[in-house]
């Protein structure tokens, strides 16, 4: 069964920073990769998708990085600002394509 | 807004109550999907709808009960449910199954 670990659990950077965040899972046999931004108490907004056959995805300050041999995908957020403060998830779908598998996320805080 | 509309926003319930969920997506997606967001917890997949017929029911408790009657709604009907139930309910929709996913902003219920 997939696997997707986020770590850390939670960050703390001052505004201005640059950061990264990770996300790991078990089986490379994936179809593809979504980050997610949640604000406490809401839904999910996708922020971006990586297929499989993707190196990377950009979006903004943002930009995710896929390495499916190794099991990582890592979003990169550029000038972090307080408005980013939320916590970011990472899901992948199995080649067969039946299921998302979430991590845990990620709780950001950036400080003013 | 992401396209996903769920209502209601916050529901308490007592045990012996029956109530529903609602989601609505005006995206023209064909596949809708309920999750459940527990504290400190992965996001749980509970049910797939594609093309308005079930596809995934991943051993949820008969307490709870899905319906589609159409494409773009998707119902999530509650009944003599538990404390431990108490959850984000979220509900997403994709182009197809499994492709890139957009979320509602949840369901906050509390079960008394």
């Known amino acids: 069964k997939q696997e997707v670990t986020q770590i850390p659990a939670a960050l703390s950077v001052p505004e201005g920073e640059n950061l990264v965040l990770n996300c790991s899972f078990t089986d490379s046999a994936i179809y593809n990769l979504q980050w997610f931004r949640q604000d406490p108490g809401k839904g999910l907004t996708s922020l971006l998708l990586i297929q499989s056959s993707q190196r990377e995805q950009t979006s903004g300050r943002l930009n995710a990085s896929l390495d499916k041999s190794s099991g990582r995908s890592t979003l990169y957020i550029a000038a972090s600002q307080p408005g980013d403060s939320a916590t970011y998830l990472c899901a992948v779908t199995s080649n067969t394509g039946n299921q998302f598998y979430f991590g845990t996320g990620t709780s950001l805080t950036v400080i003013p | 807004e992401t396209g996903v509309t769920q209502t209601p926003r916050h529901l308490v319930m007592g045990m012996t109550n029956k109530k529903s969920l609602k989601c609505e997506q005006h995206?023209?997606?064909?596949?809708m999907y309920w999750y459940k967001q527990s504290a400190k917890k992965p996001l749980e997949l509970m049910f797939v709808?594609?093309?308005?017929?079930?596809?995934e029911n991943n051993s949820v408790p008969s307490r709870f009960s899905p319906e589609c009657p159409n494409s773009s709604h998707l119902f999530l009907h509650l009944h003599t449910l538990q404390p431990e139930d108490s959850a984000l309910y979220l509900c997403a929709s994709s182009r197809r199954e499994f492709t890139e996913a957009f979320f509602g902003q949840g369901t906050r219920l509390t079960v008394v």
């Open positions: 709808y594609s093309l308005e017929e079930r596809v």
């Open positions: 995206l023209g997606h064909n596949a």
